[in-house]
């Protein structure tokens, strides 16, 4: 039944469609599409840091080079690390972090880097580098057998090296360098190949300085000195060349000249004991002690673990007449404990090093020149006397402490009887 005139009719009227209503939501709909596709995908995660652009490793390369040029080696090994965390397939960038190493006097460090080229590539100048490394810890070897073989192994790397490149400088210059320590009697061959790597770049650092290392073990000092010049004023920013000037100029007795080149090394290595020690050894040498005592402090206070800087230290305060100083220092080299800094000191074992016999009987006299003359210090020259007899130095001063701590007579000296007519 149909209700005529009821508001509550059941047929309702359409509206009709607004044109503007519907072009707005069609708005709306395609900004909230470009919201969540465009502009919420670049929005950052809260909490993570963005990340950074990575450096090519050529750029690193060039600012590792720059460093070491200016001499900052460590900043120069840092940036070569760098390049290597980047690209570590690329053996030029272990070569070069070996040769950094070599100039900072870091020579274990050195052979670890050659080695690490040397997984990636048989390369000569990799070989070359490792056996330079090996000569340089060779010269610092306290044991006869280990020196010898370090040398073995050198030869046989800077050997390898020419064989897959006489081309290259270096490979020649370290030949050289190698061949010298190795046997005085290839000094001919030395030279040859040092004047090979000069004749192939007379501005290589490497040659020059290998050619002025020939010079110098064969006597020829003054070639010796104008070839480190010249490996000098290729980068006078490196210590290592300054301590070989430095060590030619003391040879000619040139004390200021030498004084000077270690200062040099000294303030471009300020952290590196060898420039001190060589100061120390050329104070001694003039008998200014008390300034060597304090280039042997400031040594000390840089490696405080270090027994033979310790040794040396006590020698200069001996020498000084400081002889309580002296057997702290000589007590700590030669007996080994906690040092006053907290870092503990391994002693160093009497053996064929005349350095280290020099430190046992200095030890002794200044025990004896103190009044100290127990059975340890009569075990000092006692070793000596036994383990070294044929060191005519360390006889003599064992002999001495014998004497003064009573142990022994002094042998008179023979009086000599006027020849006739005389």
């Not at 359409?14 to 707005?24: E, G, V, W, Y």
């Not at 990340?51 to 090994?77: D, Y």
């Not at 490979?171 to 040859?192: K, P, W």
């Not at 400031?298 to 033979?308: E, F, M, T």
Request: hydrophobic share 40%; with cysteine; charged share 20%.
């Amino acid at each position: 039944m149909y209700l005529s005139g009821s508001k509550w009719n059941l047929r309702r009227k359409r509206k009709r469609s607004n044109p503007l209503r519907i072009i707005f939501l069609l708005l709306v709909i395609a900004a909230l599409f470009y919201f969540w596709q465009v502009y919420v995908p670049d929005i950052p995660t809260p909490f993570i840091p963005t990340p950074t652009p990575t450096r090519s490793p050529a750029s690193i390369v060039v600012e590792a080079e720059t460093f070491f040029q200016a001499g900052q080696l460590e900043l120069a090994a840092d940036s070569y690390k760098q390049a290597i965390t980047v690209d570590p397939r690329e053996p030029k960038y272990y070569i070069e972090l070996a040769r950094v190493y070599m100039y900072a006097g870091k020579y274990e460090e050195a052979e670890t880097a050659a080695r690490d080229a040397l997984v990636l590539t048989d390369s000569a100048l990799a070989h070359a580098f490792l056996g330079w490394s090996l000569d340089f810890q060779a010269g610092y070897a306290e044991d006869e057998t280990e020196r010898l073989d370090l040398l073995a192994q050198a030869l046989s790397e800077v050997k390898l090296a020419v064989d897959r490149n006489p081309n290259i400088p270096e490979v020649r210059a370290f030949h050289a360098e190698v061949l010298m320590d190795s046997n005085f009697d290839n000094y001919e061959q030395a030279l040859g190949e040092a004047r090979a790597a000069i004749a192939m770049d007379n501005k290589s650092l490497e040659a020059n300085r290998a050619l002025a290392y020939v010079w110098e073990l064969t006597g020829n000092r003054e070639l010796a000195l104008d070839s480190y010049i010249a490996a000098r004023d290729i980068n006078p920013k490196l210590p290592r060349i300054h301590i070989d000037v430095g060590n030619m100029l003391r040879a000619l007795n040139d004390i200021d000249g030498a004084r000077a080149s270690y200062l040099n090394a000294v303030a471009l290595a300020p952290t590196w004991t060898e420039p001190l020690t060589l100061l120390v050894q050329l104070y001694a040498g003039v008998g200014e002690y008390g300034i060597a005592s304090q280039y042997a402090r400031q040594a000390v206070d840089l490696d405080p673990g270090n027994a033979k800087l310790r040794g040396n230290l006590g020698r200069m305060y001996y020498h000084s007449g400081v002889y309580d100083e002296a057997i702290a220092q000589f007590n700590l080299a030669i007996r080994g404990g906690p040092s006053p800094e907290g870092v503990d000191v391994i002693s160093l074992q009497i053996s064929g090093d005349p350095r280290v016999l020099e430190y046992y009987y200095t030890y002794g006299l200044a025990l004896a020149k103190s009044g100290i003359c127990d059975k340890t210090t009569i075990d000092l020259f006692t070793a000596i006397l036994q383990l070294a007899p044929e060191d005519e130095i360390a006889v003599f001063n064992a002999e001495e402490g014998l004497v003064l701590c009573g142990e022994l007579e002094r042998t008179p000296t023979p009086e000599t009887t006027p020849e006739a007519g005389s």
